[in-house]
């Protein structure tokens, strides 16, 4: 919505909460709207609980004074789930580079089992260890309340390049600092004792 619609929108919050709990009420919904806010994406209507995104489209649609073109469409709220790739080249061969952020997002845009993901952040990569060429991934993506977009990538496998990597379920990406001289786990190579 944009900032003319908000402006005339909030301008009345507190009959709207009471027109869309009458709404509620009528089509037999056990929920109640707490309160309205506004912010930069948009307007927020706080529910007791999960209600149909459908009825307050509608219902902002109808409201007089609001420019219908300019209204886009709700979304209930997300959530995030941290997700890793393992299996992947640290160094790509076929581009003669690095695996660096721009590298993954290239690759999780062309394999079709991450289309309709989102990602919260940018990827991060942490080279398994020095002898071996490979690498880590971390990822945050947008997910559904229900977790369905997690639960359809996690332990899936998929081929890149000639090796087969698989996503795994992680419950938080800790940021853990890796030494990009010693490749241990736990400092940086600015504070590395190695010589």
């Not at 009420?25 to 056990?30: A, D, H, L, W």
């Not at 649609?61 to 886009?72: A, G, M, P, S």
């Not at 795994?168 to 400092?187: I, R």
Request: positive net charge; hydrophobic residues 40%.
């Amino acid at each position: 919505m944009n900032s003319n619609n908000t402006g005339k929108f909030m301008a009345n919050s507190s009959d709207h909460i009471i027109n869309i709990n009458r709404l509620l009420k009528n089509i037999k919904s056990e929920c109640k709207t707490d309160y309205i806010r506004s912010e930069k994406s948009g307007i927020i209507i706080v529910t007791d609980k999960v209600i149909s995104a459908l009825d307050l489209e509608k219902y902002v649609k109808n409201t007089n004074q609001i420019d219908v073109e300019n209204v886009q469409a709700p979304h209930l709220p997300q959530s995030k789930s941290y997700l890793k790739i393992i299996g992947l080249p640290y160094l790509m061969e076929n581009m003669n580079v690095l695996l660096n952020s721009e590298v993954v997002e290239k690759i999780l845009k062309n394999n079709h089992i991450f289309n309709n993901i989102l990602l919260t952040s940018r990827p991060r990569i942490i080279k398994v260890s020095l002898k071996l060429g490979m690498a880590i991934v971390w990822l945050d993506i947008w997910n559904s309340q229900s977790g369905s977009n997690a639960k359809g990538l996690i332990n899936r496998y998929f081929n890149f390049e000639s090796f087969i990597t698989t996503i795994c379920k992680v419950n938080m990406n800790p940021d853990v600092l890796q030494c990009k001289k010693c490749w241990k786990w736990g400092h940086n190579m600015q504070s590395c004792r190695v010589q």
